[in-house]
């Protein structure tokens, strides 16, 4: 059984360059999670989506970071321009019915240099 | 106060010991919790749950105490596989999980 599937798994970019993560959940669960980690701020919620529904985008940075769900088994997070600030780990986590039992994708490690 | 807080360790153990760490929490309304595990450069795994007073996993032990607004972990007879860092998250149940910086376990042989 496939898990939370996540691509690429590293992504070396140079600063302005457009950056895209790629998610795919786990088949059947209904709510996608966006977060990215830091030595420094741990791991932070960037964006969630019930049912391909965003529904609370206020972790998202700024206006450079932008994500969609446009069907239940997708969804990307786009950075443009990157920012060298932006270098992370970036993790989409899945879950059924509810927010609490999260599973996660593998992560992609984001260098913007 | 930080929603979540926890110390970030590094806890050196030796095998077979019994370490314990805490986790403070703001949010009086949290129901249920829950520690995630994550080994380096990994992704976070869910380790525990605990909906009432505590709750107990073979060597792992969760307790919560409400009143003060904590939750701490207990793992007794430490393996070297226990290396790892231990993530706290409560949950209110009408918000996503907010994670804690996490405690960094280090079992040494």
């Known amino acids: 059984d496939a898990g939370v599937i996540q691509s690429p798994r590293h992504e070396v970019t140079e600063m302005g360059q457009e950056v895209t993560l790629r998610c795919k959940p786990i088949?059947?669960?209904?709510?996608l999670f966006w977060y990215r980690q830091t030595m420094m701020r741990g791991l932070e919620l960037l964006i969630y989506?019930?049912?391909?529904?965003?529904?609370?985008d206020s972790g998202m940075p700024e206006d450079r970071f932008s994500a969609k769900m446009p069907n239940a088994s997708f969804s990307t997070l786009k950075i443009q321009p990157s920012e060298p600030r932006d270098s992370a780990v970036y993790f989409c986590a899945s879950s059924l019915a509810g927010i609490e039992k999260l599973f996660f994708g593998s992560g992609t490690q984001l260098s913007v240099l | 106060r930080k929603e979540v807080e926890q110390d970030p360790g590094p806890f050196n153990v030796p095998e077979g010991a019994t370490v314990a760490f805490n986790c403070t929490y703001s949010n009086s309304a949290s129901q249920s919790f829950f520690w995630y595990r994550q080994d380096c450069r990994k992704e976070p795994k869910l380790l525990m749950s605990v909906y009432s007073s505590g709750n107990e996993d073979g060597r792992f032990t969760a307790q919560l105490n409400r009143a003060s607004q904590y939750i701490s972990l207990l793992i007794r007879d430490s393996k070297l596989s226990d290396s790892a860092t231990y993530l706290c998250v409560p949950f209110s149940g009408n918000t996503p999980l907010v994670f804690g910086k996490g405690t960094r376990l280090s079992v040494i042989a």
């Open positions: 989506f019930n049912n391909n529904v965003p529904i609370d």
């Open positions: 088949s059947g669960h209904n709510s």
